[in-house]
Nanobody
Framework: QVQLVESGGGLVQAGGSLRLSCAAS????????MGWFRQAPGKEREFVAG????????NYADSVKGRFTISRDNAKNTVYLQLNSLKPEDTAVYYC??????????????????WGQGTQVTVSS
């Protein structure tokens, strides 16, 4: 069993930055590919970024490439998402997730074993 707790969300002006953290309980953190997703009001939850078990492979949604960076620290059981050059359309609840398959499977939300409760990111124009 893995519990995921996100933090770091908030209100920021367009062009600003935030750093989200997702702390995982349990000893099996390094067994999971980790991902960040987001869901805006009235929209489906969408993939944002993913990172492989050891952190050597990452992927990003086209909408955030070059602006967001995912990383992980397996010693701290934590995955991060650095959000730079934020835009109003980045406003959403951001969720982290643990996937039992590869980082590529995260894009289609396949093999996700655990979800966090989400943290709100609001970008004002």
């Amino acid at each position: 069993q893995v519990q995921l707790v996100e933090s770091g969300g908030g209100l920021v002006q367009a062009g600003g930055s935030l750093r989200l953290s997702c702390a995982a309980s349990g000893r099996a953190f390094s067994n999971y590919a980790m991902g960040w997703f987001r869901q805006a009001p009235g929209k489906e939850r969408e993939f944002v970024a993913g990172i492989s078990r050891a952190g050597g492979s990452t992927n990003y949604a086209d909408s955030v490439k070059g602006r967001f960076t995912i990383s992980r620290d397996n010693a701290k059981n934590t995955v991060y998402l650095q959000l730079n050059s934020l835009k109003p359309e980045d406003t959403a609840v951001y969720y982290c997730a643990a996937g039992s398959l590869t980082v590529a499977h995260l894009i289609t939300k396949t093999g996700i074993s655990y979800w966090g409760q989400g943290t709100q990111v609001t970008v004002s124009s």
